[in-house]
T-cell receptor
Framework: GQQLNQSPQSMFIQEGEDVSMNCTSS?????WLWYKQDPGEGPVLLIA?????ELTSNGRLTAQFGITRKDSFLNISASIPSDVGIYFC??????????????FGKGTHLIIQP | GAVVSQHPSWVICKSGTSVKIECRSL??????MFWYRQFPKQSLMLMAT?????????EQGVEKDKFLINHASLTLSTLTVTSAHPEDSSFYIC???????????FGPGTRLTVL
């Protein structure tokens, strides 16, 4: 199946810094989703994007659906210790027949130094 | 968002045995659920789509006879790993689709270790 290219693979930042990560795809997606996963747990949905060019915020998180529908970015402002974890982008194509599974990026491991 | 539970949260079994993992939707009726697998330090990979009242749809490379999926009701899907081997050791996560909001919500996952 297709893959999403997510970068960076890991980030080491100071508390209070802003964070930016992105995903690109060779295919067009109709939905982009950003998840956070803590160790030993399932992913938790952060932001969902449905339209090309859409910019959506959730607290300190902001994500955008690229105009070409082949990319998306996630920004975290003023990072805090609880932001530590692995962030995944996920995309979904619309088959027209019903619900579709997600294609995930490889994740960005965020590490925050106090 | 929808609340999804999985049982068990972890399981250790001997090679050759079968293991059943349950995925329940606690507050939502889901006609479609998804099963993913995640190996250590890797991303989630879709295994199959579970459809209530019909056969599951498997992704390429996933053996349908090894990973049996039963979606018996709108709130329960089960994944049975048959004749498990050490290479099947992984984190198995289910999700369900909220068609109204076009979002997927994940369960907490089941850690399978095959000795």
């Amino acid at each position: 199946g297709q893959q999403l290219n997510q970068s960076p693979q890991s980030m080491f930042i100071q508390e209070g810094e802003d964070v930016s990560m992105n995903c690109t795809s060779s295919s067009i997606f109709n939905t982009w989703l950003w998840y956070k996963q803590d160790p030993g747990e399932g992913p938790v949905l952060l932001i969902a994007l449905y339209k090309a060019g859409e910019l959506t915020s959730n607290g300190r998180l902001t994500a955008q659906f690229g105009i070409t529908r082949k990319d998306s970015f996630l920004n975290i402002s003023a990072s805090i210790p609880s932001d530590v974890g692995i962030y995944f982008c996920a995309g979904r194509e619309y088959s027209g027949g019903g619900a579709d599974g997600l294609t995930f990026g490889k994740g960005t491991h965020l590490i925050i130094q106090p | 968002g929808a609340v999804v539970s999985q049982h068990p949260s972890w399981v250790i079994c001997k090679s050759g045995t079968s293991v059943k993992i349950e995925c329940r939707s606690l507050d939502f009726q889901a006609t479609t659920m998804f099963w993913y697998r995640q190996f250590p330090k890797q991303s989630l990979m879709l295994m199959a789509t579970s459809n209530e009242g019909s056969k599951a749809t498997y992704e390429q490379g996933v053996e349908k006879d090894k990973f049996l999926i039963n979606h018996a009701s709108l709130t329960l899907s089960t994944l049975t790993v048959t004749s498990a081997h050490p290479e099947d050791s992984s984190f198995y996560i289910c999700s369900l689709e909220d068609r109204k909001y076009n979002e997927q919500f994940f369960g907490p996952g089941t850690r399978l270790t095959v000795l």
